[in-house]
C-alpha cells in the first residue's frame, strides 16, 4: 500500500460528492514534503478576447472527480510515484495584472524553496511569464514544449507589453527559455501580421503549423523532441487548451478552427515522458462558453496525463 496521499475513490465517496480538490487529493497549506503540487491561478486579465478564464482552475477540479488513478494505456500510476497534494488558488489581484503577475512570481520563488515540481491550472496564458520567471531563477533557461492555436511572440498588445498574447517573447527575451530548444505545435488561422508566425523561427523556436499535424500520429514528432532536448535538461510543458479543435474544447476564450485533436493532444503529453520536466501548466479553460463541461473534462484529464509524464513515474 503507497504511503503517498491517494485520490478519494469513486468507491468510498460518490464522484459528485466529496471535496472540491484536484482528483479529490488532500489538500495542503504548504509545499513541504510534496513531490508536486497542484496550483490554481484563477487569472484572466490578460486576455484579448472573451474573458471567463478565471473559473477555469475551480471547473477543472470539480470534472476531475471523474478522473481515476491509473492509467490503461501506459500503466502509469503517479499517485503511488509522487507525494502530491491540492495547494489552492494563488491570491492574484483581479483589479491589476501588473500586481497579479508580481504576486504570482513571488509566490512560485516561495513554492520553488521547496523540491516540487508545480502543475498550475490556469487561467489565461500571461500566468505562464511569472511561473517561468521563478523555475528560471532557479534552474537556468528552460527547454520548452508549447502547444497552442497561437505563438502568443507579439511584442505588445494595446500597448501593453505583458499580456496573454505576448508571453513567450518575454520569455526569450528575458533568457527564461532556450529557443534552440522550445517547439511550439498547433499554430494556425491568421494574425496581424507574418512576423507573428516568423518571428519565434527567427530565434531559432521549431514551429509546427497545425497543418503539419493533420491526419497524422503527433508520436513520431515527439520522438524528436525528446531526442532534441534530451533527458537532462530542465523542461517545461505550457498547455493552451485552445490549441485543440473548438469542437474537441469549446471552452475557451479564443478558439481557432483546424485545430488539434484529443488524441494527438494525449499523443503530445504521453510523448513528454522522458523529458526533465520541473513544471507545467494547463490553460485557457473558460467554462462559460461550455456548459457541457466537457472541456474542463478534457484539461483534467491532460493534467492527469501530465502527472504521468513526469519523471521517475512508476508505470506498472
Known sequence: MSNFNQPLSGNDMPRFSGPGTLFRLPAADSAEGLDVAIVGIGLDSGTSNRSGARFGPRQIRQESALVRPYSMATGAAPFDSFQIADLGDVPINPYNLSDSIAIIEAYYRELLEHPVVPISLGGD?????????????????????????????????FGEKITHGTVFRRAIEEGLVDPRHM?????????????DFDWPRRQGVRVVQVENCWHRSLSPLMEE??????????????????????????????P????????????????CYGLNLVGGDLVEVAPPYDPSGNTALLAANLVFEILCSLPGCRRR
Open 183 to 195: 517547439v511550439q505545435i498547433g499554430l494556425r488561422a491568421t494574425g496581424y501580421s507574418a512576423a
Open 256 to 271: 481557432e478552427p483546424g485545430g488539434l485533436t484529443g488524441i494527438q493532444a494525449l499523443e503530445i503529453i504521453r510523448g
Open 125 to 157: 496564458h500571461t500566468l505562464t511569464l511569472p511561473i517561468l520567471r521563478a523555475l528560471a531563477a532557479k534552474l537556468g533557461p528552460l527547454a520548452l514544449v508549447h502547444v497552442d492555436a497561437h505563438s502568443d511572440s507579439n511584442d505588445s498588445m
Open 225 to 254: 523532441i525528446r531526442s532534441q532536448f534530451g533527458g537532462e535538461r530542465p523542461s517545461y510543458l505550457s498547455f493552451d487548451i485552445d490549441g485543440l479543435d473548438p469542437s474537441a474544447a469549446p471552452g475557451t476564450g479564443t
